[in-house]
């Protein structure tokens, strides 16, 4: 069974930064591009972030570009979002998914497999 699972949101204050991880099982996906979308109270769920199979691209939201990075440990079958500089507007829960392909996507259709979600609120 594929599970996906998030860790390392919080409570942070506007400028902060924060650091979120998900930690793949049940297969391995360092073939697979992996993403990061996030949901605030009210919205629709909206991507972040995304990194290829094997690491080799990564693509951004205009709203996190250059504040965040997306990056993966295969051997670990994880990713990260290193967020920086961080804003109230932030405030979601961020979400891991993962594809079945190499090709990234900023299309939340395109991924199967879901983590449960982890909270990040930044206050001002």
């Known amino acids: 069974q594929v599970q996906l699972v998030e860790s390392g949101g919080g409570s942070v204050q506007a400028g902060d930064s924060l650091r979120v991880f998900c930690v793949a099982s049940g297969r391995t996906f360092s073939r697979n591009a992996m993403g990061w979308f996030r949901q605030a109270p009210g919205k629709e769920r909206e991507f972040v972030a995304t990194?290829?199979?094997?690491?080799?691209?990564?693509y951004y939201a205009d709203s996190v570009q250059g504040r965040f990075t997306i990056s993966r440990d295969d051997a670990k079958n994880a990713v990260y979002l290193q967020m920086n500089t961080l804003k109230p507007q932030d405030t979601a829960i961020y979400y891991c998914?993962?594809?079945?392909?190499?090709?990234?996507?900023?299309?939340?259709?395109?991924?199967?497999?879901w983590g449960q979600g982890t909270q990040v609120t930044v206050s001002s």
């Open positions: 998914a993962a594809t079945m392909s190499p090709v990234s996507s900023m299309n939340r259709d395109e991924y199967p497999y």
């Open positions: 990194i290829t199979g094997y690491g080799e691209r990564v």
